[in-house]
């Protein structure tokens, strides 16, 4: 079930114009989300939401990160290109992967890969203690 546009805080868009981008974007098959990684939104998780998106962005989602957006105080901010979209509050793991969802549709499945991604980084997280047992069980689940 895809969010409505108002769940992510501000847009510069109608959702008439959101849907008409959505078309155009998937006919042109390249899509770049810019993450502000300047200082309100860094304090408010943005460099977290970037590490999300990169790690789950699939194919034809370039993520990076970029300057401020002008709007700090609904941060973490993030633009979708090439629409110049403007989505806001998107601090949490599950408003990034719900986000990637409404921009690919029903190829990308945001609880399953929002479960594989905390796998992930529980795997990481015991590989880094020297448990390499524990980090090869959560790996193997991913
Ligand atoms: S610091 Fe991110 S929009 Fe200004």
Not at 27 to 40: F, K, T, W, Y
Not at 42 to 54: F, W
Request: charged content about 20%.
């Amino acid at each position: 079930m895809a969010a409505s546009l108002s769940s992510y805080g501000f847009q510069t868009a109608s959702p008439a114009s959101w849907q008409r981008w959505r078309a155009a974007a998937s006919a042109v098959e390249e899509v770049e989300i810019r993450v502000c990684v300047n200082r309100s939104c860094g304090r408010q998780g943005s460099r977290e939401t970037l590490a999300v998106l990169s790690a789950l962005a699939p194919t034809g989602v370039a993520v990076t990160s970029c300057g401020c957006l002008g709007r700090c105080g609904a941060g973490p901010n993030l633009a979708v290109l090439p629409a110049g979209f403007l989505v806001g509050h998107c601090g949490t793991a599950a408003r990034a992967t719900q986000l990637l969802a409404d921009l690919c549709g029903s190829a990308f499945d945001p609880q399953r890969n929002l479960e594989a991604f905390t796998l992930r980084k529980k795997g990481e997280n015991e590989l880094e203690k020297g448990n390499a047992a524990e980090a090869e069980a959560l790996l193997s689940q991913v």
